[in-house]
């Protein structure tokens, strides 16, 4: 009874019903940012839980992934569950080892970076993207989208 109950309580594809609109508005806020190389702003998606809000954007993040050719701007898609860190510093590390491209920007250790190395090379990273080549290191292309769960 129970799987039946929760059976219907889905739509085909993993999608919550009722969280549509939703799940279309993040969609949206995902288009234009990938599509303009990157956003200074951030979407907070809260509710209680279960709810769906990481299925949500989980779901629009599949969608953008499909749709990734026809955005002609590569990303990178990082999640990060912040139950799992050890504490918030080390939000900075796991965003380094999610996001390949900020390797090699003065961190010349096999070892991940430490909290105060990361937060470094992610303001190094992220200038760069800002300044369009201003930094000769981190000249990319790609438009990085950070899911941040559990906060």
């Known amino acids: 009874l129970l799987a039946r109950a929760a059976a219907a309580l889905r739509s085909g594809g993993g999608?919550?019903?009722?969280?549509?609109?939703?799940?279309?508005?993040?969609?949206?806020?995902?288009r234009r940012s990938v599509r303009s190389g990157g956003a200074k702003e951030v979407l907070y998606v809260s509710g209680m839980p279960?709810?769906?809000?990481?299925?949500?954007?989980?779901?629009?993040?599949?969608?953008?992934?499909?749709?990734?050719?026809?955005l002609k701007r590569p990303f990178i898609f990082a999640h990060i569950n912040a139950m799992c860190l050890s504490g918030p510093?080390?939000?900075?590390?796991?965003?380094?080892?999610?996001v390949p491209?900020?390797?090699?920007?003065?961190?010349?250790?096999?070892?991940?970076?430490?909290?105060?190395?990361?937060h470094s090379l992610l303001s190094h990273y992220f200038a760069g993207v800002a300044g369009r080549g201003r930094n000769a290191k981190s000249?990319?292309?790609?438009?990085?989208?950070?899911?941040?769960d559990e906060i």
């Open 89 to 98: 510093g080390a939000l900075f590390t796991e965003i380094c080892r999610k």
């Open 50 to 70: 279960g709810t769906g809000k990481t299925a949500s954007v989980l779901e629009a993040m599949r969608r953008l992934h499909d749709e990734r050719r026809s």
């Open 101 to 118: 491209a900020t390797a090699g920007l003065g961190v010349d250790e096999p070892r991940a970076p430490s909290e105060s190395q990361a």
């Open 15 to 30: 999608d919550f019903v009722g969280r549509e609109a939703e799940r279309e508005e993040i969609l949206e806020f995902l």
């Open 139 to 148: 000249n990319h292309n790609e438009a990085v989208v950070l899911l941040v």
